[in-house]
């Protein structure tokens, strides 16, 4: 689907740059070399229309961020950070200049927004890392350039009639059952939350992961009107494939995010697709 396609966000055709000037060196007494570090606006691809009334992102397009120093990047070096995994949630926290914003309640793809635009101005736009080719399986390195990224508002939901409700959730029809499922969008929290139950999966040795089931149990609000919990797990645990999939794509279109997808070529077979640009460990240290 290239329902992406010339959506501006944070490549060449994007908005008029309203970040504030370069940092300006001052003297004093105090401390002779005090400067004050930039900061700049990110588009939020939500442009706030989701976040609860009280929530200070409520109805703000953008968000002010600093650019990455070095206690940036000493937390994404910090080892006992990364093994609990919160560093880059801690360099989130750190970036955003509104203290009052809980970085965990974020929607994911505003999360998306603020990493790429902290990376392209703590490293630059080129990214390069290694890709498998999808035809012939070899590893090469490959160029993404970040600033192609494009900006997806959420737009698209008329193609499955899904209805935006006054309270920022979403009501989806499913196709086989006739149900209709009130969902919402994740947040940074829901994220990581899914990311520890497939670790703790991993860990026990469960043969059967439950990244669907648990995505479905995250999003739902309600069934047919009905928030119990009941109605919620008996839908999960009951619904149809085609249903799923129908409530997956909805979500995924209704979903504001930063689209990274971009054209690859192999440079051993000439096998050409459109890829989603793989944020490996390398994406916030370029040189190692």
């Known amino acids: 689907m290239a329902r992406n396609r ?11 740059n309203t970040s504030p000037p370069p940092q300006v060196m001052t003297q004093n007494q105090d401390n002779p070399f005090s400067f004050v570090v930039p900061t700049e606006f990110v588009e939020l691809p ?12 409520h109805g703000q397009e953008t968000i002010e961020i600093k650019q990455m120093t070095a206690k940036e990047e000493d937390i994404l070096t910090s080892r006992s950070l990364l093994k609990k995994g919160i560093a880059l949630d ?4 750190s970036i955003i ?17 603020i990493v790429i635009a902290t990376r392209i101005s703590g490293y630059g736009s080129e990214y390069v890392t290694h890709v498998a080719c999808p035809s ?10 970040l600033n192609s990224a494009k900006v997806y508002n959420g737009e698209d939901i008329s193609e499955l009639d899904v209805e935006v409700n006054e309270n920022g959730t979403f009501t989806v029809q499913l196709p086989r059952t006739e149900i ?15 990311i520890a139950g497939m670790e703790a999966e991993r860990k026990n040795r469960q043969a059967t992961e439950k990244n ?35 409530l997956r794509l909805a979500y995924s279109l209704a979903a504001p995010n930063v689209d990274l997808t971009q054209h690859f070529e192999c440079n051993e077979c000439d096998y050409e697709q459109d890829m989603e640009v793989p944020l490996s460990a390398d994406f916030f240290w370029p040189d190692r």
């Open 46 to 57: 939500s442009g706030g229309r989701f976040y609860p009334e009280g929530h200070p992102l």
């Open 97 to 113: 200049m509104d203290k009052k914003i809980d970085s965990n309640s974020l929607l994911v793809g505003d999360r998306n927004a």
């Open 6 to 16: 010339d959506r501006t966000g944070t490549g060449t055709n994007a908005p008029e």
């Open 212 to 246: 669907v089931t648990r995505q479905l149990s995250t999003m739902i609000v309600a069934v047919n009107g009905d928030t119990s919990s009941q109605a919620r797990k008996y839908l999960v645990d009951n619904i149809p494939s085609i249903d799923s999939r129908h």
């Open 136 to 145: 012939c399986a070899t590893k090469q390195e490959y160029s993404f350039n």
């Open 90 to 93: 801690r360099v989130i926290e």
């Open 180 to 194: 209709d499922v009130t969902f919402r969008l994740l947040t940074g929290k829901d994220e990581k939350a899914f």
